[in-house]
């Protein structure tokens, strides 16, 4: 299983950005779609965002509403989610996911999981 380490989380005023990353070891990280989830105390685990393995085609949850970007760079084995105009909402650990060849919503499908970065939105 490649392992994953996410970073960039922190404390934000609302209105805010972030930055997260989330780099993979090994020589293969081309090889895996990636994800984005996330989790806040007494819910559920969320999809955020999904990349597919050349970065060319992306997929968002609908409460993103333009403010989250995913992107990757294969060449430093890492993906990133960009996010603009945070809300209190949005506290949440964040976590990377490595999937197969085919992008998913789902998170019983993916093998491999980051340790979380905290994301703390106040207003």
């Known amino acids: 299983q490649v392992q994953l380490v996410e970073s960039g989380g922190g404390l934000v005023q609302a209105g805010g950005s972030l930055r997260l990353s989330c780099t993979a070891s090994g020589r293969t990280f081309g090889g895996y779609t990636m994800g984005w989830f996330r989790q806040a105390p007494g819910k559920e685990r969320e999809f955020v965002a999904s990349i597919s393995r050349g970065g060319g085609t992306t997929d968002y949850a609908d409460f993103v509403k333009g403010r989250f970007t995913v992107s990757r760079d294969n060449a430093k084995n890492t993906v990133y989610l960009q996010i603009h105009s945070l809300k209190p909402e949005d506290t949440a650990v964040y976590y990377c996911?490595?999937?197969?060849?085919?992008?998913?919503?789902?998170?019983?499908?993916?093998?491999?999981w980051g340790q979380g970065t905290q994301v703390t939105v106040s207003s």
């Open positions: 996911a490595a999937g197969g060849s085919v992008m998913t919503r789902q998170s019983r499908q993916y093998r491999s």
